[in-house]
Structure formats: C-alpha cells, structure tokens
C-alpha cells in the first residue's frame, strides 16, 4: 500500500510540475510538453497538463495588465520600464492584431517562435483593449494549435532519440 502511495504522489508531482512549467512565461506549453514527455509522461497526458497549465494565467493577464500599467506609468521608477514593454509587446505582435483582430491574435498565439504565444498574445490583447470575448476564445485555440503542432514535434524527436 505505502508503495501504491509514493507512486501516486510521484506522478502527481510530476504533473504538478508541467502544469506549473506550462504556466511560465516564455517557457509556455512549448517548453512543457517535451519536458512532460521526458518525465515519463505520454504525449497526450503532457499536451494535456500543458495547455491546462498554459491557460491559468491568460485571464488574470487580460484582466490586470491594463490596469496595473497604468498605475505603474503614473509612477516615476517604473514609467520608463513600463512603457518599453508596452511598445515591444504592441510593436512585436500589435500590428497583426490591429489587422486582423482575433485572427491575429490566434495566429501569435498559435505560432511556436519565440515572442510569441499565450503571454504574448494575452499581453497585446490586454494592451490593445480586445474584448475578454474575443481575445480568450482566439488564444484558446491558437494555444491549442500550438500544443498540437509542439507534441507532434516533441513525439517524433522524443521517439528518435528513445531508438
């Protein structure tokens, strides 16, 4: 039984540990799934935890940003900090999103190169005023198309390197 349980708890940890990598900036899904995929986990289950994990902080972002920047702006340390992430963040990927709106967004979202994908993405959204029920349906399923596109990326080298 006590072996039963440690078992438990080391794959619970493990998983807790690609939701939590998933959850980063930066890193996202795209560093998550191969990361879950070499802790033992199938492609599917670390595609799964993945997304999950990579989803939590998108309504936070789209909901604070804003609001925290613009108070941050008011202040003298951080006006000048605050502003270079804003301009980088909408001259990076805003110009795609003013086009083509949640379609844009989608596609920053979806695209598994570096400077995008769901903080990006949610980032810009925030910044650029989308509405919560536009901006979290379209990084939803850019960040799904990543996810799919990064396990089967992550399947054939993790399967080629196992041989």
Do not use: C
Not at 4 to 23: C, K, M, R, S, W
Not at 51 to 73: A, C, D, E, H, W
Not at 144 to 157: E, F, K, Y
């Amino acid at each position: 039984m006590e072996a039963f349980l440690q078992q438990v708890l080391n794959f619970l940890t493990i998983e807790l540990t690609v939701l939590l990598t998933a959850a980063l900036p930066i890193i996202e899904l795209r560093g998550a799934i191969p990361v879950g995929m070499s802790l033992g986990l199938s492609p599917l289950h670390a595609t799964f935890i993945s997304f999950i994990g990579s989803m939590i902080p998108v309504p936070i972002i789209l909901f604070t940003s804003r609001p925290i920047f613009n108070y941050l702006k008011k202040t003298r340390l951080f006006k000048k900090m605050v502003n270079k992430l804003t301009d980088r963040s909408l001259n990076n990927n805003g110009g795609r999103i003013q086009k083509y709106g949640a379609w844009g967004l989608l596609l920053i979202v979806a695209i598994p190169l570096p400077g995008t994908g769901v903080w990006s993405g949610s980032l810009a959204a925030a910044l650029l005023d989308m509405r919560f029920k536009w901006a979290f349906p379209a990084i939803l399923l850019g960040n799904l198309i990543a996810a799919i596109a990064i396990m089967t990326l992550s399947n054939g080298v993790v399967s080629v390197l196992s041989r």
